[in-house]
Structures are given as C-alpha cells and as structure tokens.
C-alpha cells in the first residue's frame, strides 16, 4: 500500500509557479551573477593596491641586516720589540640598522604615483563600462523573450481564427455551398498553425533559458515577464555622446597613465637625494684592534646621478613621448567612433519607428480585411481558400507589428548605450 501511494504521487504532475520579472529585477539580478563585473571588481582593487605602493615610495625605508661569521687568518702588525697585534678578530658579529628618506628623485616618484592613479581611473571607467555593456545585453536578451511570447500569443489568435474559418467551412459544406476541398484546405490551415504553435513554444523556451542563464538562475524556472512596452513616440533624439561615457573615460585614462610616464623619464637625467641615519653594533666594530662590542651612529645624505653613455635615458624619453602621442591619437579616435555609433543608433531608431508605423497600419488593414472577409465567406461569396490566405496576411501583419514594437525598444536601448544615457540602467524605461 505505501509503495503504491509513492507511486501515485510520483505519478501527479508538479507544477511550479513562474517566477514574476520585471526589467528591473534582470538587471538587478544579471549585475549580481555577471562574472565580468565581478572580475572588474578584483581588478580595480588591484590596481588600488597598486596605488597605495607607489605612495608609499615617498616614506622613509628602514632596513636592518645581521651578521656573524669566522675568519680562519687574521693578519697582524708588528710594533718593534711589542708583541705582535692581530687586525681583526676570528669572531665576528655586526648588526646594522640603516633609514633612508628620499628627498628628492628627479620626478620618478611623483610620475609613478600619477600613473597608479590614472590607472584606477583607468579600470574604473573600464568596469562602468562592463556595466553598461551587461545593461544592455540584458534589456536585449529580456525584450528577445518579450518578442517571442507576443508571437506565441499571435500563434494562438491565429489558431482561434483558423478554427472558426473550419467551423464555418464545415457548416457551408453541411449547407451544400462549399465542397470537399474546402474542409481539406481548413484542415490544412489548421495543421499549419498548430505546428506554428510548438515553434513558437520551442522558440520561447529557447529564449527563456538563454535569459536564465544570464540572470544565473535555475534553468528549470519559467519566467512571466511583467513589463508592458510604450508605444513609439515622436521626437528628436539628440546624437551628442555624453562626455563621462566609460569608453571616453577610459581613452582619458589611459592617456593620463602615458603623460605621468612622460613626465617621469625626464627623472633618467637628474640626480637623486636622500637622507640617510643608521645605527651600527657589532663585535668588533670600528675598534678592529679589541675584541669588544660596541656601537656608532650615522647621519648624513646621499645624492646619486649615473648616465648611461649610450643614451639610453633619452631614447626611453622619446619612446615615452611617441606613447604619448599614441594614446592621444586613440582618445580622438574612440570619440570620433562613439560619435558615429551614437549617429548611426539614431538612425537606426528612426527607421525603426517609422517601421512601427508602417506595420501598424497594415495590421490594421488586415485585420478589417479580415473581417470583411469573413463575413462573406460566411455568405458563401468567398472561397475557403481566400480567406486563409486573408487570415495567414494577417498572422504575418500582427507578427511583423510585434517585432517592430520589439525591435523599437532594442533600437532605443542601443541608443542609450551608444550616447552613454543613465536610462540605460532604468528598468521602468520601456
């Protein structure tokens, strides 16, 4: 009896409940699962830690060494008639303490602190851009699933409609006003749509989990989108990229860390200064002639300059300079290219309300054609035939309505991205 109730209830089918999604939660959700941002993240703290190195060459470094060793021959100096005195001892010990404080290097620290900041700049911008980038994937990948529920939805109505073209056939065939291959025909219609019907289902589920994936959820999950999308509106969409776009930023960045290195290479040609104190112990240690312990100060200065003879120092300024030139020359290029995207996404905007338009007035000329068809098919002055032909015009007229609509929004998101808006990351802008 137990096996059997296991059975029975393995055999009652379970069924979960779709999960609600707004564009708001995907975006939410993608940012939470997405991998690049995540790695972003580690690399902007690396290059942090990074920063706070080279400021730290700005503070004195301490350094301490230690020391014992034996020394198998000592020599040794002879005073006249005196007893021989050895220089040294055969045991050994030094302890050295030793504090240096650069005072001055020629630009080398400062151009390497300016270089690890512009680099935070640098991954910082290239991380909002990561952000941007995943924004948009999302909103593509949410509306991607939006398009294919509008067409399960107009597979359906289509469904609806073939059905009733079969009932009517089939009542002017009992009527003696159509024949046999009328009812074929229906059943043909009916077959068709149908199997348009578990395409559109396929295609759906496809989608489904391809935007599962994306926001990192189980892919046993259904999803009901949640989101109603506005209708195309007219206006002027400006093509001006926004200066604080993260690729701009970047390209910013990037020159900033050339220009800091620049500046530091001119560091290869002046001296270097710095103070110096140390403390000295050690058995024995400046007395080489009693083996006792003891101790000593040090204060003073160092100042260093060495050239290389030949000109190494000013071949890496020119290498420096000529990458300088290079990182501004791909500044002007990236916004040169940004403002032609930004262009093009405007176009493409257009074209794709004006797309809209044009779609919604054919849907609704063949949807009163539809009609009016039906009408006299009903009458028997149209053939079975004709109006499934009317009605698969109007299928095809609703489906390429719901594309428009879909294609709009994703043309719109583009030009988010293109022009760097904040809107991008608002799921309520639909």
Avoid: C
Wanted: charged letters at 20%; hydrophobic letters at 45%.
């Amino acid at each position: 009896m137990r096996y059997a109730l296991i059975v029975l209830l393995a055999a009652i089918p379970i069924t979960v409940q779709a999960r609600d999604l707004a564009l708001q939660d995907a975006l939410r959700l993608a940012e939470a699962h997405s991998f690049a941002l995540k790695r972003a993240e580690a690399v902007r703290e690396t290059a942090r830690s990074g920063l706070r190195a080279a400021r730290s060459d700005r503070l004195p470094v301490l350094s301490a060494t230690a020391q014992g060793s034996y020394v198998s021959f000592v020599p040794e100096v002879e005073f006249g008639p005196l007893p021989a005195q050895e220089l040294g001892t055969h045991d050994n010990y030094q302890a050295d303490l030793r504090l240096s404080l650069p005072l001055y290097t020629g630009g080398r620290i400062a151009g390497g602190v300016g270089a690890a900041g512009a680099t935070v700049d640098l991954y910082d911008a290239l991380a909002a851009a990561d952000h941007d980038r995943l924004a948009y994937m999302t909103r593509a990948e949410y509306l991607t699933l939006l398009r294919t529920d509008r067409m399960l939805g107009i597979a359906h109505a289509s469904l609806t409609r073939a059905q009733t073209v079969s009932r009517d056939a089939h009542s002017l065939y009992d009527a003696g006003a159509a024949d046999s291959v009328a009812l074929l025909e229906a059943e043909l219609a009916l077959t068709r749509v149908t199997f348009a019907i578990s395409q559109a289902e396929n295609a759906r589920r496809a989608s489904e989990l391809r935007l599962l994936t994306y926001l990192g959820l189980d892919p046993a999950e259904t999803l009901t989108l949640t989101d109603s999308l506005s209708q195309p509106s007219e206006q002027s969409w400006e093509s001006a990229v926004d200066s604080a776009k993260p690729e701009i930023a970047a390209a910013n960045a990037t020159l900033g860390i050339r220009r800091w290195r620049w500046r530091a290479s001119k560091s290869d040609f002046l001296p270097a200064l710095s103070a110096m104190g140390g403390y000295s112990y050690g058995k024995p240690n400046l007395d080489r002639f009693n083996n006792t312990w003891n101790d000593y100060f040090t204060v003073g200065a160092t100042l260093t300059w060495s050239f290389n003879l030949g000109g190494k120092s000013v071949y890496n300024r020119q290498a420096a300079f000529h990458d300088l030139e290079a990182a501004r020359l791909d500044r002007e290029q990236t916004i040169e290219n940004l403002s032609r995207d930004a262009r093009l996404a405007v176009e493409q905007l257009k074209l794709s309300a004006a797309r809209y338009t044009s779609a919604e007035a054919e849907t609704r000329i063949a949807r009163d054609n539809f009609r009016l068809a039906s009408v006299q098919h009903r009458n028997g002055t149209l053939t079975s035939n004709r109006l499934i032909t009317i009605e698969a015009d109007l299928t095809t007229a609703e489906g390429s309505l719901a594309a428009a609509l879909i294609d709009y929004h994703i043309a719109l998101s583009a030009y988010y991205y293109a022009v760097g808006s904040d809107l991008l990351q608002k799921g309520d802008e639909l």
